[in-house]
């Protein structure tokens, strides 16, 4: 990548709300959508605001206009989507707030300008969007969290799971957890496993880094580290077959091994109610 490139970001908000980011922190979201270096160009991301509940709970407007503000002091432009409510002809309600035609066209129009694009989303509507931006000669990235598009993911230049990207989302019972430090939590996927030894090597992305492509531990300037796993630290969820499957996510803590200077696993567990795929 040149270091002058021109990027642009745009996130889907209730999209990845739904769908595990919640509580995703737009400060960390920046340091990775520029970690080629260049020029943050555009930084919209698309969040609901629900005017009725506004006029009834000043709490909850209280929190969203709080919430707004933090993200907005991050550089970020917020593009706020209004819910909208219908009822159906038994008398049910329902509420939406969909951003994807108002991403869809800002995206594009904006990719004159742009030669990165980040989409954070899962939703495979936006599968015309990429081919047109990429027929325009723009590099489009993804990024996500559960139930993200298959074909979404294997049409975009590269894809990137939310789940595995350092202090993206909190680790909610360890609030003041040092990702990649030793006694930390981080998430990861296994990189080999061999059943009949009991044994086998997770694998976590222990900075953001120009490099991720590199996703060996052992090549020089990969940003990933290498950790032992015994069969007897994985749950009981966890199965010979989900570690054999690269797209299980992982979390897990990592110690500093008695033997020699790698890290060991401990308390082995698949990310709660994970349903998405891997990096």
Known sequence: MHQDIKIGVFVDAENVRYNGGYQLRY???RMFAGRYGGSLLRLNTYIAFDQERAKEDPEY??????????VREYGWKIIVKNVRRYTDEEGNVTTKANADLDMAVDAMLQAEKLDLLLLVTGDGDFLQVVTALQDRGCRVELLGFRNVSQELRRLVDDYYSGFLIPDLLPISYEPRNEWGEPGSCVRGVCAKWFPEKGYGFLRFLKRIDPNMWIIDPRQEGSPYESVFCHANELADEVTDEVMSNRDSILEFYIQQSDKDDGYVANNVR?????GGTGL
């Open 61 to 70: 407007r209280r929190r969203a206009m709080t919430y707004q503000q933090m």
């Open 270 to 274: 698949l990310v709660p109610s994970f």
């Open 27 to 29: 400060d960390i979201l």
